[in-house]
């Protein structure tokens, strides 16, 4: 019997993360969502089965606190563990992002490793 | 005098009883053309740089994402990168740019040892040989300078001292900032006295973007900033250390009551008595009650009214009281007054519910615009 993939649905609008991120957690072998906007990122989550989130906070459309808010309050992936990549460095940004629900918050620039174990702490391997 | 103005005057008219209107119009249709074609010139250059560099960029971008993902990301190279394999002619002025730009975008969102790899890379790639040639030339192009010790700040790329001290000595404070800031991007807290001292002359953008580079390093110490205050020196600086006092909470009354004592109106004394309250400076509390006697000014009684109410230890209630209830006061000030007394809680709570017992329709309504949740407090 195959296991199925783990999928995650990676938020980021600028293009060289979305990439970089891509590649790294490809090559892990995990199976990928990509959303360029909160909008975009909005529809997959009410659509799609995930196991794990990635998002930046400052987005189009809808920004990061609402994406996870409304991922809470939905009804087939309130349970999946999210993790915010962010420019904001600031406490309350940390605090906010913490309060709305999110499980972990990476600092930009990211270290490719890191979020690879960070994402295996969350979910395990793929 | 009047003979050649009246001269003047048959000239012009008969200038236009001729084919003066007929020259005139030529001439402005011939300048209305040459602006419009000038303008036509300059939009069709912008967009074509624009449409080269979009070009340069769509055709070097999936080439060195590629490599920078085979070499540093598989491959988990740190150094000594096959440059030769990109086959890039960075010789060219615009291949050069587009290359440093992207590679400046993966540092930007790439961190850790794998980021440190790419700034191996950039240097690996001559740019730092480049920036560092540039700064030599600082004389010749401010704006190009600033930038190289941008790029050489965000490498980490160690500069000769004898250039460094040239640049912070520099008579273009754009340069000396800049310098500064690579000082403290690439050194940290131990640049700090070095950076300081030299602090002359800098605007207050300027204090704010080093503010900003001070802030964003890694420094949490114990660091004085309140030794660099001067009343000789400008308000930007002043303003600056102020400001990193109450970033890093290092409260130095003493230094701070010397810069509202030397000049009580300066804007350079309001900031002091704002940083007074913003550290909390209980110790100033009644000295602050008496400078709000002495002043004469508005917009330093209300600076000092909005310390006392940030200190918040409840020894000035009474005196806010009694501003608060005084209606041969501005009513700015009485307004301020009652938002200090609410910071002060919950010492002030005892008062507040005598003067709401007692005061007419005039003083509610003052109350209920400062309680109001819209109303944004200091």
């Not at chain 2, 310098?179 to 940290?188: M, N, P």
């Not at chain 2, 004085?224 to 009343?231: A, D, E, I």
Request: overall charge neutral.
């Amino acid at each position: 019997m195959w296991d199925k993939k783990k999928r995650i649905l990676v938020v980021e609008d600028n293009e060289i993360l979305l990439g970089t991120m891509q590649f790294v957690l490809l090559r892990e072998g995990y199976d990928l969502l990509l959303a360029k906007s909160g909008k975009e990122a909005l529809t997959l989550v009410s659509d799609e089965s995930i196991d794990l989130v990635i998002t930046d906070l400052a987005l189009p459309f809808a920004n990061g606190f609402e994406i996870i808010d409304r991922i809470r309050k939905s009804n087939t992936n309130n349970q999946v563990p999210v993790i915010i990549i962010s420019g904001y460095h600031d406490d309350n940004s940390i605090v906010e992002g913490f309060e709305v629900g999110a499980n972990d918050y990476m600092k930009k620039p990211i270290s490719p490793t890191e979020l690879i174990s960070r994402v295996r702490l969350r979910i395990g391997h793929a | 005098m009047l003979s050649t103005l009246v001269h003047i005057i048959r000239d012009i008219r008969a200038f236009f009883e001729g084919d003066g209107w007929a020259v005139l119009v030529t001439v402005a249709l011939l300048l209305s053309v040459l602006f419009w074609t000038i303008c036509l010139i300059g939009i069709a250059f912008f967009y074509y740089r624009d449409y080269r560099y979009r070009n340069v960029y769509s055709r070097i971008y999936p080439a060195l994402r590629d490599f920078i993902y085979e070499q540093i990301l598989v491959n988990n190279k740190a150094s000594h990168f096959p440059v030769d394999k990109l086959g890039l002619d960075l010789h060219n002025k615009l291949v050069g740019n587009v290359v440093r730009h992207i590679i400046h975008e993966f540092i930007f969102t790439v961190g850790g040892e794998k980021g440190q790899s790419l700034r191996r890379l950039f240097n690996e790639l001559g740019f730092d040989k480049e920036a560092q040639y540039e700064i030599r030339h600082s004389a010749a192009n401010m704006v190009t300078t600033v930038g190289s010790l941008a790029n050489l700040a965000l490498m980490k790329v160690p500069i000769q001292e004898k250039i460094l001290d040239q640049l912070l000595k520099s008579p273009q404070v754009e340069i000396r900032v800049a310098a500064s800031k690579y000082l403290l991007q690439v050194e940290g807290e131990q640049a700090f006295d070095r950076v300081f001292e030299g602090l002359i002359g800098i605007s207050q953008l300027q204090a704010l973007d080093i503010f900003q580079t001070v802030v964003q390093g890694d420094y949490y110490g114990n660091y004085m900033f309140s030794q660099w205050l001067n009343v000789s020196k400008s308000f930007a600086v002043n303003s600056l250390f102020m400001d990193l006092m109450v970033y890093y909470q290092e409260l130095n009354e003493a230094g701070l009551w010397a810069l509202i004592t030397a000049n009580k109106e300066s804007k350079t004394a309001l900031k002091a008595i704002n940083s007074l309250g913003k550290l909390l400076a209980k110790d100033s509390e009644e000295r602050l009650q008496d400078l709000y006697t002495e002043e004469s000014s508005l917009a330093a009684k209300l600076e000092i009214l909005k310390a006392l109410g940030r200190v918040g230890q409840g020894k000035s209630n009474d005196f806010l009281n009694r501003l608060f209830m005084d209606s041969n006061l501005p009513l700015s000030l009485r307004k301020h007054a009652y938002r200090s007394l609410v910071a002060q809680r919950p010492y002030s709570i005892p008062l507040l519910r005598k003067i709401d017992e007692q005061v007419d329709r005039v003083e509610s309504k003052l109350i209920r615009y400062v309680n109001h949740p819209m109303v944004h407090y200091i």
